[in-house]
Structures are given as structure tokens and as C-alpha cells.
């Protein structure tokens, strides 16, 4: 079987907790190799619908082995809840079929307090932090005094640790972010050792369990949290997340080498969305982006915000295809776009006399560029019901195809609503059929 890597290919929430779930099929591991819980995942199954935001998305396919990556930072009290959620759903969480990799780092409460702080004290250039303490995690983890899952094996040895972080973060809350929030050692404290004796069977080995999954021949998901515009390095700095959120992160955050990675899927929603702050050139400043907002429910699955809403931009979506090595593409949320006379995509930008035809350098550069878009006829037939790539509408297909050409990329699926059913095989590569069963031949394009 084969090694895939699913991300995101614009600013997050484009359907990759439903590709992943349906990817999962005949997967026997899923992976989460980054983030933390300011990740959203949302899967439809039979008509219920399921939140994830720490726990890999293949949780609801029992038999599934589910890995945190040791590139994933977790909150303990978080992880916790949506295990006990998932489970009175009927899955089994169980530390047989959940690891959480040994060297993952924690997310506590003196991380979610700074993370608050420092996002009030920004004002009007606020990033747009879903305050979950992330970012503040990720720089104890590169400063190399955070603390691992595997410490929660040992706690007694790291109190003095505990106690010392708690000091020294009150101090910065007070001095430098002149907050009146304070962490509570003892609080702090005695919520881990609680979480401790709930965590300790499920911590292991992930990389190494993983490595020998591998060479046994196993199918595995990596699944991408945030999208791959958000990237530290390469997304829309400084308007992105604390983490590598490209498919190179993938054998880096699980632990495993690059060429145990055969295919890379990226998720793309037919249209595009951003939440919170930041750079969003095809942003719909009228009332159609209201009405996208309201057909596609788009609204944070973690925060509940409303999502900004745009046309697709092909700018954007080259960029993610060339810095995380997409070889082919799931096209999602089609179905919102029906009974648009026309849909635009933006195929380049102007600045000033100059088009670029990828991001500018600089960021107040994003304020002065203007989209230049090509137009695609709409259609109006309902497309929720269709399974089979001939039952869609003829400029359905033709949108499909073409904008394949504009970014120079496959499209293996097409997803047509929330349920698992409603995706669509139009041209998936051999590393993706073997995980689609049910998608096959009588659905592909021709």
C-alpha cells in the first residue's frame, strides 16, 4: 500500500477532515503531524456530524490506527474531552488503536494565558490567534525548555520545571504585557497529575511504531492541520500559524524519512475562505460573500468565527502546489457554488504596472494588488445527489478541467457535499485508488 500526505491547499478549512475520513477507508494508520487544537475538522457521517480538533480524523473508521506526531503540540485537558466525546459516540479510543508520540510537546495553561495576553496587547494589529496557546508552546519547544508527553511518565522530576515556567510567565504577564491574568501553580499542578494517570498508557514510541508499520508494507494518512497559506516560512507572514503546516513537515513531525512518502493530496475549496487576520486578495466585499458565508456554513469549527469568503485564487493555489509538492488535488464544496450565473477565478495580480503571477514580497505589497480574473460559466442544476464525474453538469466539468490546466495539477476528487458518499473520482492517481474502494473505475472521468 502506500504512504500519502493530505494537506491543506489554501488558508485552512477546505474539507480535509472529510477527504481524510473517507481516505481512511482502507487506510490502517492516520496521522497527525502538526498543529494543535486550534485545528477544526469537521466529518459528516450518516447525517451526524463530528468536531475533531486534536484527534486524527480516521478515529471514526474503527480498525484505524490513530498517531499524534511528535511534531504535534497538545493540550492535555483538550485531548482528554474530545477523547471522551468520541468515545460516547460509539468509537473506540482505546491505547491500543491511540498513540500519542512520547515526544510531543504540551500546551498548558501558562501557554493559552501568554497567547491571550499577547494577542490583546497587539490591539489593532492583532494576528488573529485562536488564543488556544499554540504558538507560545511551539517557542518553548524551540527555546528547549518545554515539556514532552513523555515527562508525564516521570511527573514527579518535573515539578520543580512546572513550578519555575509558572513563575517566570506571571512575571511576564504582568511586566511586559501589563495583563491582569495570573496561572495558578497548584491549579496547573494538579490538573496534570490527573492527566497524567489518564495519558500514560496511551504514550509511545509513534516514529518507531510507525517506521516498522511502514516497512510492513501498512497504507498510511499523514493528515495536515491549518492549510498550507498559513506555513510559518512560507505562508502569508506574518498572518500565519506556529507551525510547518507544508507536506515536508509530514515525515519530520511523525518521525519517519521523506521517501517513505509516496503522494502528496492537496484539499482546495471551489471557492476560497480565511479566518481571522491577513492578506486575502479574492475577498467578496458585497452581499455574495455573505451568501457563500451562509450556504457553506462557514464558521470556525474551533472558534466559531465567520470565515471571510472569496473567489478561488489560482495564484494562491499554484504557490501551495509548488512549496508542498502536491501531485494532485481534491476539489471540495462544489455544490455551494451552484446557481451562480458565473464563477471567477483569479488567475494572476497586478501591482502597480507589474503582474505577478505568485505572492509579492513584502506585505503592505498585498494592499495595493488588484486580481485579474477569468470568468467560468455556473450551473444550476443540484449536484449534491450526483455520484459519478458524468452526472455533473457540463460547465460543472469544464470549470473542473480548466482550472486544472490554470495550476498545472490533476484533480483526482471532487466533493460535492458534507457527507461521505458525496466525493467523486474524476482522475485519482494509482497511490489514491487503492484507498477508494467504492470510487473507482464507474466514476472516473471518461
Request: aromatic content about 6%.
Amino acid at each position: 500500500m502506500a504512504a500519502i500526505v493530505v494537506v491543506g491547499a489554501q488558508w485552512g478549512d477546505e474539507g480535509k477532515g472529510k477527504i481524510v475520513d473517507v481516505l481512511t477507508e482502507r487506510a490502517d494508520w492516520v496521522v497527525r503531524f502538526q498543529g494543535g487544537d486550534n485545528a477544526g475538522h469537521t466529518i459528516v457521517v450518516d447525517g451526524v456530524t463530528t468536531a475533531l480538533s486534536l484527534l486524527p480524523s480516521g478515529v471514526l473508521r474503527q480498525g484505524v490506527k490513530c498517531l499524534l506526531g511528535a511534531g504535534v503540540v497538545l493540550n492535555p485537558s483538550v485531548l482528554i474531552s474530545e477523547m471522551e466525546r468520541v468515545r460516547q459516540a460509539g468509537a473506540d479510543v482505546s491505547p491500543g488503536r491511540l498513540v500519542v508520540d512520547r515526544d510531543a510537546h504540551l500546551v498548558l495553561d501558562y501557554h493559552v494565558a501568554i497567547d491571550k495576553a499577547r494577542e490583546h496587547a497587539r490591539g489593532p494589529h492583532r494576528i488573529g490567534t485562536t488564543c488556544r496557546g499554540i504558538g507560545p508552546a511551539y517557542e518553548d519547544r524551540s527555546q528547549r525548555s518545554g515539556i514532552r508527553c513523555a515527562d508525564l511518565l516521570a511527573l514527579g522530576r518535573i515539578k520543580t520545571r512546572i513550578r519555575a515556567h509558572v513563575d517566570e510567565k506571571n512575571r511576564i504577564l504582568d511586566t511586559v504585557l501589563n495583563s491582569g491574568m495570573c496561572v495558578d501553580f497548584d491549579s496547573v499542578w494538579s490538573k496534570l497529575e490527573l492527566e497524567a494517570g489518564i495519558l500514560g498508557p496511551y504514550i509511545g514510541n509513534g516514529s518507531r511504531q510507525l517506521f516498522e508499520a511502514l516497512r510492513r508494507g501498512e497504507s498510511v494518512i499523514f493528515e495536515g492541520a491549518q492549510g498550507v497559506l498559513l506555513d510559518q516560512t512560507h505562508g502569508t507572514y506574518p498572518f500565519v500559524t506556529s507551525s510547518s503546516t507544508v507536506a515536508g513537515a509530514a515525515p519530520i513531525g511523525a518521525g519517519i524519512g521523506p521517501r517513505m512518502i509516496d503522494a502528496v493530496c492537496g484539499v482546495a475549496k471551489a471557492y476560497a475562505t480565511r479566518v481571522g487576520e491577513g492578506p486575502f486578495p479574492t475577498e467578496m466585499s458585497d452581499s455574495l460573500g455573505d451568501e457563500i458565508r451562509a450556504r457553506g456554513h462557514e464558521f470556525g469549527t474551533v472558534t466559531g468565527r465567520p470565515r471571510r469568503c472569496g473567489w478561488l485564487d489560482a495564484v494562491a493555489l499554484r504557490r501551495a502546489i509548488r512549496v508542498s509538492g502536491i501531485d494532485n488535488l481534491v476539489l471540495t464544496k462544489l455544490d455551494v457554488l451552484t446557481g451562480l450565473r458565473k464563477i471567477k477565478v483569479c488567475t494572476s495580480y497586478r501591482l502597480g504596472s507589474d503582474v505577478l503571477d505568485d505572492f509579492p514580497a513584502l506585505g503592505h505589497q498585498f494592499a495595493e494588488i488588484a486580481p485579474v480574473y477569468e470568468e467560468f460559466d455556473g450551473w444550476g442544476d443540484d449536484v449534491s445527489a450526483a455520484r459519478r464525474w458524468s452526472e455533473l453538469p457540463d460547465s460543472l466539468r469544464t470549470f473542473v478541467e480548466s482550472l486544472s490546466a490554470l495550476v498545472d495539477c490533476p484533480v483526482s476528487l471532487v466533493s460535492v457535499g458534507p457527507g461521505r458518499d458525496a466525493t467523486i473520482a474524476v482522475s485519482p492517481p494509482a497511490t489514491l485508488e487503492g484507498f477508494l474502494p467504492e470510487l473507482g473505475a464507474p466514476g472516473r472521468k471518461g
